[in-house]
């Protein structure tokens, strides 16, 4: 089973990751731990990075996008079971590049979650947080940029047939029960 799994800071995609990977033993691909891993490895890759991440910028997509292929191309080794994107992609072009390089090794998505949530709701739900990050203009910053940057990709995955929406209200329990019934009819 290979997800990518949607949606807004504060939707539950964290807590609905652990229950997904605990029920169907699909294993996390997060673009962070790639680019670490690279480095600690010593991997042309990672020499390639490393500058950027000491001096806190963003790592060049080329250089990610080789990291996610040599994690793709580990994991299917190694699991078997298949994968779930976290953190990736973000956007449209990232998306993109994504289906490009899962048709290359023969791995394309057999679903994408997104957990919807009505904005309000989220800007209630981290609120009651209490990080220190999370004060409202924060936090309704953070909602715009999805909104520009990654719910394009709403559009874009439901147009090839692998979007599944699924109501982020409830109980936890609730969206993981409504999350389960899709991938147990696509597992």
Do not use: C, W
Request: net charge negative; hydrophobic share 40%; no cysteine.
């Amino acid at each position: 089973m290979r997800i990518v799994l949607l949606g807004a800071p504060g939707s539950g995609k964290g807590t609905q990751t652990d229950a997904i990977i605990e029920r169907y033993g699909v294993s996390t691909v997060a673009t962070g731990d790639l680019l670490r891993a690279e480095v600690s490895a010593g991997t042309e890759l990672g020499k390639r990075a490393k500058p950027y991440m000491d001096a806190g910028d963003l790592v060049p997509f080329d250089l990610v996008l080789g990291m996610i292929e040599n994690g793709l191309n580990a994991l299917a080794r190694i699991n078997p079971r298949g994968f779930m994107m976290d953190g990736f992609p973000r956007d449209l072009a990232q998306a993109e590049a994504l289906d490009q390089l899962l048709a290359k090794i023969n791995q394309p998505l057999d679903a994408v979650l997104f957990i919807e949530v009505d904005y309000e709701e989220i800007v209630k739900r981290l609120l009651g947080r209490g990080r220190a990050d999370d004060n409202e203009e924060t936090i309704r910053n953070r909602l715009r940029v999805f909104e520009e940057k990654t719910a394009p990709l709403i559009d874009y995955y439901k147009k090839k047939g692998l979007l599944h929406t699924v109501k982020g209200t409830g109980t936890v329990g609730d969206i993981g029960t409504r999350i389960r019934s899709i991938l147990d009819a696509i597992a």
